[in-house]
């Protein structure tokens, strides 16, 4: 019996989720610290400091508690799209050195290929933090943050909340309208006609779903003017302030190593 009760207690431990150190930082610390790694790299249009910040934040994985998988996963869309932005500063940018090619008012040179390197690595350097940040936050948690430590006002934070919450039923509307339409013998042909319809259908569920929600919230006292108490506290610790302290670290060395190298250009230049 002894046996089985620790067996229990193992597939139980084992079961439960692994709390990482970011779990313990505020969520509106979070946020404060993604923008604390976000606006800096709009003061300077270089590869030097997006690879540095990029490498940076990478070696913080182990702190997030997010797999090498899912954060290569959840990146893949920004690391897909990020070259588009660059595709336009490699074509119509100011030439600089050496031109390369030249078709009409579209311009290659030497200039416009280092900048469209700079921003497709700037577009990835500036997504990578949230991933990072709110791979494992909780909405709840966000909801109680905002409230009790921004004090922001309850009806728009339960709104939120609410509207996060709908966001998984979306993407199993989704799942099962492929699902039914692939086993009505519809869903294997004309992908770019069954997305515009799909999206309309579910466009139709988040009025429906949003007008019900709406009602339900309303008829119990989300709406209400009284002030609202919060069951769970959330507070700030010294956690936080490290966490702060670690994300400016970051960006003055990404910073200076654009400075050291020299290739450190305003955005406006």
Not at 42 to 55: E, N, P, Q, R, T
Not at 96 to 108: D, K, N, Y
């Amino acid at each position: 019996m002894t046996d089985v009760k620790r067996q229990a207690a193992a597939s139980a431990l084992s079961a439960a989720p692994r709390t990482a150190w970011l779990d313990g930082v505020n969520p509106v610390t979070k946020l404060v610290l993604a923008l604390l790694l976000s606006v800096p790299l709009f003061a300077s249009i270089d590869a030097v400091s997006a690879l540095v910040a990029i490498g940076l934040q990478l070696l913080c994985l182990p702190l997030t508690g997010l797999s090498p998988r899912t954060v290569l996963l959840r990146m893949l869309p920004i690391a897909l799209f990020s070259p588009v932005a660059g595709v336009s500063m490699l074509l119509y940018a100011e030439p600089e050195g050496q031109v390369l090619w030249r078709f009409g008012i579209a311009v290659i040179s030497e200039g416009s290929i280092a900048l469209a390197v700079a921003v497709t690595l700037r577009v990835i350097a500036l997504g990578l933090p949230t991933i990072l940040l709110f791979g494992r936050t909780d909405p709840t948690q966000l909801g109680d943050a905002l409230a009790q430590v921004a004090h922001l006002p309850s009806r728009f934070v339960l709104g939120v909340l609410a509207g996060a919450r709908m966001l998984g039923l979306f993407l199993d509307d989704w799942r099962t309208m492929s699902l039914a339409r692939r086993a009505r013998g519809v869903g294997d042909h004309g992908a770019l006609r069954r997305f515009f319809s799909m999206a309309f259908v579910l466009l139709v569920f988040a009025v429906r779903r949003g007008t019900k929600l709406a009602m339900a919230m309303e008829a119990r006292g989300f709406g209400s003017g009284i002030p609202r108490t919060w069951s769970r506290p959330s507070r700030l610790h010294v956690r936080d302030a490290v966490a702060l302290a670690g994300g400016a670290a970051i960006m003055a060395v990404a910073i200076a190593a654009a400075v050291a190298s020299g290739v450190f250009r305003f955005v406006w230049s």
